[in-house]
């Protein structure tokens, strides 16, 4: 069945620094990518996304490029600010055979520090 | 896109006891989706609720124990049945449009 391995957390960074969450998957067929952020006390968002291979979905200074040839969609942020603290999940959806479900990662813990 | 109100958004229930949960789409959707959230981990399925038919409920979740309603294109209730501490979770209602999924803010539930 489809998975989704995410980068284990919690992660802390200071203000400024590079981000990279890392996320594979494993699917069949082409499934789209996705990646939610869940701000405290809230539900999930959407962040960004990538229907094909190739794509990069980028939102809020953040980055993704869904990568067919190692199965890979890992987040990225040049600068992250304290108000980036979250947590993140990447997700995939199945091919439209019927099949719309979304599988999550486990999620990733950020804290950023001033 | 679509905005998601759900209700209630935290409730402390006792042991034996049923919650309901609504959840309100601002839009038409077909699909729409219930799922836990346990204390520190990812989001599980629980069911599918498409309208005009029984919900689709995922391994490991049974009907008697998660019923859920679906009247109509913009609304479904789940329902948490002979609730034990074990239930105590986050339940997030989800509807797709396109290939985007929204999510509600959640019902936190205690269960004492």
């Known amino acids: 069945g489809n998975s989704v391995t995410q980068m284990e957390g919690p992660v802390t960074l200071s203000e400024e620094a590079f981000l990279t969450i890392n996320c594979t998957y494993t699917?069949?067929?082409?499934?789209?990518l996705f990646w939610y952020v869940q701000y405290p006390g809230e539900g999930l968002q959407l962040l960004l996304k990538?229907?094909?291979?190739?794509d990069k979905g980028s939102n809020k200074g953040f980055e993704a490029t869904y990568r067919k040839e190692t199965t890979s969609f890992h987040l990225e942020k040049g600068s992250v600010q304290v108000s980036d603290s979250a947590v993140y999940f990447c997700?995939?959806?199945?091919?439209?055979?019927?099949?719309?479900?979304?599988?999550f990662g486990t999620g990733t813990r950020l804290t950023i520090i001033p | 896109s679509a905005v998601i109100s759900q209700k209630p958004s935290r409730d402390i229930c006792q042991r034996g006891t049923s919650l309901t949960i609504q959840c309100q789409v601002d839009?038409?959707?077909?699909?729409m989706f219930w799922y836990r959230q346990q204390p520190g981990q990812s989001l599980t399925l629980i069911a599918t609720?498409?309208?005009?038919?029984?919900?689709?409920?995922e391994s490991g979740f049974v009907i008697d124990k998660f019923p859920i309603s679906r009247p109509n294109l913009t609304f479904s209730t789940l329902t948490v049945s002979n609730m034990s501490p074990e239930d105590s979770s986050i339940y997030l209602c989800?509807?797709?449009?396109?290939?985007?999924?929204?999510f509600g803010q959640g019902t936190r539930l205690t269960v004492v």
């Open positions: 989800s509807a797709k449009t396109g290939t985007e999924a929204f």
């Open positions: 699917a069949t067929g082409y499934p789209s």
């Open positions: 990538a229907t094909k291979a190739d």
């Open positions: 997700a995939l959806s199945a091919p439209d055979f019927g099949n719309e479900k979304l599988t």
């Open positions: 839009s038409q959707v077909t699909m």
């Open positions: 609720a498409n309208q005009g038919s029984e919900a689709t409920y």
